[in-house]
Structure formats: structure tokens, C-alpha cells
């Protein structure tokens, strides 16, 4: 008979999703499971548009749908035939529109072209809306829940004509262990997986066994544990997903042995051994650990993220290597989206790759007699720098600043810096940035942040505003984001001349 839970048990539950402090006894699902009914969103609109132009809506008429899930899509404009498809998962007492709105994975479905489904259990089914990764009923091949995702994958195809061999699945918490149940029962669907703060594939078939998982050490070898994923789908013979893991070395809701379990799990499964063929360290505290095939290609990453609790790693930001807003069970750490759908190969490589350094932002130049100064923000993880003029490099520095000499009076030159990390893999490059030399008669310009304008006396500011220096003309809000190129046509005196020098 499923065990019923304490207060305490219950108050645990719900800060698995809410992000409060909670007993170490906590259980990442469950109440006993009330009489299906037709679910009801919790917070989601029927249609929401995105600041991008996509669109995130319900969807129904999905298929028999025994799971009694409801079906949510985020698709970015224009989204052509045969892009990939994201399945991502919410945590307990979370929505469809929590992970919309939070996890970040809108932003890449935007920048790489890819749609996302995002299903919503309620609580119908489980009192603490929990997806049921600890019920063989329900998150087995052909019923419950894994099957009422996998008709939402059919459907998706069907819609937006996205890619069959190109579908992945993501989950926080009780999402992550549902996306382990999937990446085992359907792995003829999944080319990828990522469980975040989850658990291993079918660690628990019931109830009261969920509890342990979380919190114990199963004593299972890898084989033991791989054979957990070969048991959902006997007899299948084709590739098996690749799967990235994400933990918190501080989290007491999930254990971090269900990291370790994990990787012993996945990397039998897929014939690799447990010893990484290559680690480095990601921004937020993260190391990651890549385990790669017989052709070097990796087919597990584990991402440890020291001092992190219990949920998804979040990043706000407009880097390029940020993503997601911070809220409950939203940790501001790193952007777990961003490394999960380059390791995916969503990016537009050939398939799982090691995850490269973010472009470096905040390029300024600033001309002088034959030189030219240039300055832009560090890179978490970069151990150099290369320089580009006119795209071919002219030098490589530790730091952020780097001066090009012997230039030719009267000549404009285009910059742009490219991160390199300690294994000597060169990032993309950043945006370029021009810069003139003064002389050889023709007016001295400069194109820089508004910030950098007035550090250099070309520009003033006042309420927090740019103005340029002489003709007084508005620059806009005095910042390192805004961007734009002056030109000096006297002594003390500058105009704008966006795109005319």
C-alpha cells in the first residue's frame, strides 16, 4: 500500500519545487495519487507571445494521452521544417509556464531553431503536481505518463515537421527523473537526454522505494544500474541516447550520489569507462567531466556545480553564455540550457561536442597616432585571448587589453577577440568593433560604449545619460552596452557619425 506522507514529508516535497529550506528526509514526488481528471494548468495562458515574436500555447488532441498530462509548445517565429524538438519537463508544484518562463530554453529555441514541448502534470494527478518517475504504472514503455510524452513528441512532429532524429529530453527533479525513465523506455525517440537535480533511470517502481533513492546510496553496480535501462526496452539493439547530468554538491533534496549513480548508469549503458576523458571548469563553481566513445566523441558530461542546492542552474543575463530568470527552484549559478543544447549538438555541430567559450563582449577601440587601444570584459574559464585585425590575428594576451602598433596614419582597422580555454580551443569571435587612425587628413573616429566614450573625454554624462563632447548631441543611456562611433572634427569637439566612417 503507497505510504502516505508527514506534514513534514509534505512541507519537503513542496520546497523541492519552491526553492525553500527543507528536512533532509525529503521525498522528490510524492503524495498518494488522487483519481485522474482532466488537468488543469496551473498558470498557463492559452497563448502567450514571446518578446521575440514566438508563440507558447496549449495544445490538445495529442493522442489517447493515458497519462492525463496537458501538452504545452514554445515555437520561435518562422520556425522552418525539420528543426530539432526539445521535451522539457517541470519539477513539483511547477507549471508548464514556470519552465517557459524560467529555464531558459526559449532563448536557444530562438538563437538555434528548435520548438520545445513542455507537458504539465497537475495536481489530478499528483497532489504536489509531481511527474510519477517513481511509478512503473506510469513512467514505463507504452503507459501512464512516459506515453502520453512520447504521443506529445508524435504530435509535435506532426505540427511543426520537426526532425524524428533529433528530439531531446530535459527535467528538474521529479521532471529529471521522468526524462531518465524516458531516455530507457523510448531511446528509439530520444537522441539526448539531461537530468537536472533527477534521479537514475528507474530507480523506483514504487512509492514508498522513492524516499531511499533519493537519499541513499543504492549499492548498485554500473552494470546493475545499466541493466535497470536495458530492462525498459528488451531486445532494443540501436543507439542509445546521449545523456548530460547536472548536480549540486549542496543539495539535500537529491542526494549527489544520484549524480554518481547516474554516470555509472549511463556510461555502462553506452560501453564507456567512468574515468572522464577530459574535465575543465565552467563559470558559477561548475566542473564538467566529459566521457567520450571509442571515437572520441563524448556520449556523457557531468556538470557538479559546487555549492549549489536543489534545482535547475539558471544564469540571467545577455551573454552568450546566459540564459533564464531566477525563481523557485531557479538557481542563479550558470546557464545549464546553454551547455546541455551545445553538448546536444543544437548549436549546429555534427552531434555531442565539448562545450566552447562564449564570444567576449564589451570591445571598445580607441585610436591614436599610429595605434590602436583595445579593451573588452574577461571570459569565465579563458586562459588567453586571440586579437583580430581585419580578421587576421595580430596577438594573443592573458588579459583583457591589448595595444596594435605601427599602424598607418589616416586609416580605419577592424577588431575583433576571440576566448581560448586552458586546452587551447579558441572561441567565437566577438562583435567588430572599428577604430581610424588620426592624420593623413581625414577626421579622427572612434566607435566605443557610451561608458568608454566619456572615460576617454569624448563624451560627457548627466543623469545618466551621454551627450557627445562639443556638439552636445544624445548618445542615449551612458553604459557599456550601448555602442556608438564618434567622429572629431576639431579640437574638443565630436559629432555622431554611426556608419559613416
Not at 527533479?173 to 537522441?191: C, H, K
Request: hydrophobic fraction near 35%; charge should be negative.
Amino acid at each position: 500500500m503507497p505510504l502516505r506522507p508527514t506534514a513534514a514529508a509534505l512541507l519537503t516535497a513542496v520546497s523541492l519545487a519552491l526553492g525553500t529550506a527543507a528536512p533532509a528526509t525529503a521525498v522528490a514526488s510524492p503524495t498518494t495519487p488522487t483519481a485522474p481528471a482532466s488537468p488543469a494548468p496551473a498558470s498557463a495562458a492559452p497563448s502567450v507571445a514571446a518578446a521575440t515574436g514566438g508563440s507558447f500555447q496549449q495544445v490538445t488532441g495529442f493522442g489517447t494521452n493515458p497519462g492525463n498530462l496537458a501538452m504545452y509548445t514554445y515555437t520561435p517565429a518562422g520556425l522552418p521544417s525539420g528543426a530539432p524538438l526539445v521535451v522539457a519537463l517541470h519539477g513539483c508544484v511547477q507549471s508548464a509556464t514556470d519552465y517557459y518562463r524560467n529555464s531558459g530554453w526559449t532563448k536557444f529555441a530562438d538563437q538555434y531553431g528548435f520548438a520545445v514541448v513542455f507537458p504539465q502534470t497537475s495536481s489530478a494527478n499528483n497532489s504536489l503536481s509531481c511527474f510519477s518517475w517513481f511509478d512503473a504504472s506510469k513512467a514505463a514503455r507504452g503507459v501512464g505518463e512516459a506515453r502520453s510524452v512520447v504521443e506529445m513528441v508524435t504530435k509535435a512532429e506532426s505540427l511543426y515537421g520537426s526532425d524524428a532524429h533529433r528530439v531531446f529530453v530535459t527535467g528538474l527533479s521529479a521532471g529529471g527523473g521522468m526524462a531518465a525513465d524516458l531516455l530507457a523506455d523510448y531511446p528509439e525517440v530520444f537522441a539526448g537526454g539531461a537530468i537536472d537535480s533527477g534521479l537514475p533511470a528507474h530507480c523506483a517502481t514504487t512509492q514508498a522505494a522513492a524516499s531511499g533513492c533519493q537519499n541513499s546510496d543504492q549499492g548498485l553496480t554500473p552494470a546493475q544500474w545499466g541493466d535497470k535501462v536495458r530492462a525498459a526496452y528488451q531486445g532494443y539493439t540501436g543507439p542509445w541516447p546521449r545523456v548530460a547530468i547536472w548536480q549540486g554538491t549542496a543539495d539535500t533534496v537529491v542526494r549527489p550520489v544520484n549524480a554518481t549513480e547516474l554516470r555509472d548508469q549511463w556510461t555502462n549503458v553506452q560501453g564507456v569507462g567512468r574515468q572522464p576523458t577530459s574535465t575543465r571548469s565552467l563559470p558559477g563553481g561548475t566542473t564538467q567531466e566529459l566521457y567520450a566513445d571509442a571515437s572520441g566523441k563524448p556520449a556523457v558530461a557531468l556538470f557538479t556545480i559546487s555549492g549549489m542546492g536543489h534545482g535547475l542552474a539558471v544564469d540571467p543575463g545577455s551573454g552568450a553564455d546566459q540564459c533564464g530568470a531566477t525563481g523557485a527552484y531557479f538557481l542563479d549559478t550558470i546557464c545549464s540550457g546553454y551547455y546541455t543544447a551545445q553538448f546536444w549538438g543544437l548549436d549546429g555541430g555534427s552531434g555531442p561536442t565539448d562545450p566552447g567559450l562564449p564570444a567576449p563582449t564589451g570591445l571598445t577601440a580607441t585610436a591614436a597616432p599610429g595605434s590602436v587601444a583595445l579593451g573588452w570584459q574577461s571570459v569565465s574559464g579563458a586562459a588567453s585571448y586571440q586579437v583580430f585585425r581585419n580578421d587576421s590575428q595580430v596577438g594573443g594576451v592573458t588579459g583583457t587589453s591589448f595595444t596594435d602598433t605601427g599602424l598607418a596614419a589616416g586609416t580605419t582597422y577592424s577588431y575583433s577577440v576571440a576566448a581560448v580555454d586552458g586546452a587551447g580551443a579558441a572561441g567565437p569571435r566577438s562583435a567588430a568593433v572599428t577604430a581610424t587612425t588620426p592624420g593623413g587628413g581625414t577626421s579622427q573616429c572612434f566607435t566605443a560604449s557610451n561608458y568608454a566614450h566619456v572615460s576617454a573625454g569624448r563624451a560627457t554624462q548627466s543623469g545618466g545619460l551621454t551627450y557627445a563632447l562639443g556638439s552636445g548631441q544624445s548618445m542615449g543611456l551612458w553604459n557599456t552596452f550601448v555602442t556608438h562611433t564618434l567622429k572629431q572634427t576639431g579640437p574638443g569637439y565630436y559629432v555622431l557619425a554611426d556608419g559613416q566612417c
